[in-house]
């Protein structure tokens, strides 16, 4: 009796264990399905546009969905700033900050 219920509960258990990984597959390929991913030189030019729109909703979708891309923008940015003040451009600098602070 001890074995038949040891083996009913290893089925119960695979069973669960079955439907949670075929949970997990189907959601992650809803996921892909919906969030199209973009080249990075796609995110810097859908960035460009919705910064220029001021469309804060695109911003949050587009930061959300490549985090990837934004450190490196970040990092480019900062040392742009940077090398424009070096350079004595102020109003420059400020306009890439602005930028970056968006």
């Known amino acids: 009796m001890a074995t038949k219920t040891a083996k009913n509960r290893r089925q119960v258990l695979s ?7 075929l949970a997990a597959i189907l959601t992650n390929s809803l996921d892909a399905q919906e969030t199209p991913q973009l080249t990075q030189s796609e995110f810097y030019s859908a960035l460009e546009i919705a910064l220029s729109q001021n469309d ?4 949050d979708n587009l ?7 934004v450190k490196p ?3 480019s ?6 090398q424009l003040e070096l350079q004595g451009d102020t109003s ?6 602005l930028y970056a602070g968006k």
Not at 15 to 21: E, G, I, V
Not at 77 to 82: F, H, P, R, W
């Open 73 to 75: 923008l970040t990092n």
């Open 15 to 21: 069973c669960c264990y079955a439907s949670l990984m």
């Open 77 to 82: 940015l900062i040392t742009e700033v940077i």
């Open 56 to 59: 804060e909703e695109e911003l």
């Open 92 to 97: 420059a600098a400020i306009r890439s900050e």
């Open 63 to 69: 930061i959300r969905t490549n985090r990837l891309f």
